[in-house]
């Protein structure tokens, strides 16, 4: 599945190669992607005419910015975008084709068809499922230590689901939480109260660290992820800790473990992220 940073590579791909486009039919070959409105002929409807003022992003999903609305859309496990010449051959899979008034084609393919597409009037869709619960963006000037503590740092569950978990910070995926977690050396089991002002501080650092790295590299490609005009991430290559288990710790050498955290597969380096037991007295001088 892309994580934040691969669809903001997308997002930014997708800024250079259709902002100003406007759309003149809209065919809509797999029902199922559009969410809202139900019926794809209204959802076609509305939008030709309509020239992409911008895409921007919240959490994982993509919004384009049109005349009258915004379209919101999400990648799911395999949906990827390509623009296109209106006579190129359409590939297996395309399910929703936007051909613009200059003859190029915006189209939207998905092997396993758990992408989804919501149009929105106005910018209601930000208080709109599926977007009105997610958390703070862990890549916007809003995530300040402070937002950042104040999200997370008093809550008595496990540092890894908390982090996972959209409603507190959006779009921080199993990679980079294994990352973020062995940066600041920090166990994936500690409890969130139990960890210092000084340790959420180096966590807080960690994420915007890891995700920005990301983001510069391309996004990761842990499984073939291609952007939005097929070049693949190189950030894979950077890759500190997830996917490591059994080879040695580049910071001590000691071996990587794997165990599930919250379901998840997690990696961690015992050594370097060593389980404290929760401090009893004082509680801690947040
Ligand atoms: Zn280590």
Do not use: W
């Not at 950042?148 to 995926?173: D, E």
């Not at 070049?231 to 580049?250: A, D, M, T």
């Amino acid at each position: 599945m892309p994580e934040l940073p691969e669809v903001e590579t997308v997002r930014r791909t997708l800024s250079r190669l259709v902002v100003g486009k406007t759309i003149r039919e809209v065919e809509v070959r797999l029902k199922r992607i559009i969410q809202k409105p139900e019926e794809p002929e209204l959802f076609a409807d509305l939008l030709e005419g309509q020239t992409i003022q911008g895409v921007s992003r919240r959490g994982k999903f993509l919004r384009f910015l049109l005349d009258d609305g915004v379209l919101v859309s999400h990648l799911r496990m395999e949906g990827r975008y390509g623009l296109y010449e209106g006579s190129d051959e359409v590939e297996p899979h395309t399910h929703v084709i936007f051909r613009f008034t200059d003859g190029t084609e915006l189209r939207y393919r998905d092997v396993r068809q758990f992408g989804t597409m919501h149009l929105f009037a106005g910018e209601e869709d930000l208080s709109s499922k599926p977007l009105h619960k997610l958390g703070i963006e862990p890549l916007d000037e809003s995530f300040t230590f402070d937002a950042f503590r104040q999200a997370i740092g008093k809550r008595s569950t496990k540092i890894k689901p908390l982090l996972l978990n959209q409603a507190y910070i959006v779009g921080l995926g199993n990679i980079y939480v294994d990352e973020a977690l062995f940066l600041a050396g920090i166990h994936p089991e500690r409890e969130a109260a139990s960890l210092t002002r000084l340790e959420l501080q180096k966590l807080h650092e960690a994420i915007v660290h890891t995700l920005k790295s990301s983001v510069e590299a391309g996004g990761s490609s842990i499984k073939s992820y291609v952007n939005g005009q097929g070049e693949s991430g190189n950030f894979q290559h950077s890759l500190n800790i997830y996917g490591r288990n059994g080879k040695p710790c580049v910071t001590c050498g000691s071996l990587i473990e794997k165990t599930v955290v919250g379901g998840r597969g997690t990696h961690f380096c015992l050594k370097c992220q060593p389980l404290k037991r929760k401090r009893s007295t004082p509680k801690n001088k947040l």
